[in-house]
């Protein structure tokens, strides 16, 4: 199941600067509602965090001494 983040919302719709993340399938509609204080919310748009050729997940990998040695 994806991971999403919220913006909690003040009284004029506006977004205060405060976040949550909530893990629920895709299927279920998104929250409006904080599941714990109740105070309104709305799903923020953020970009994904994909593990590419050049990301640091990979990068540790890619310069281990055995593949140093191998690539020379």
Known sequence: MPTYVYEILDKSGQPTGETFEAVHSM??????KHPQTGRPCRRAIVAPNIAG???DIKGKSA??????????
């Open 53 to 55: 050729k050049w990301s």
């Open 27 to 32: 299927k279920q509609d998104a929250m409006t």
């Open 63 to 72: 310069l281990s001494n055995k593949n140093l040695e191998r690539l020379g």
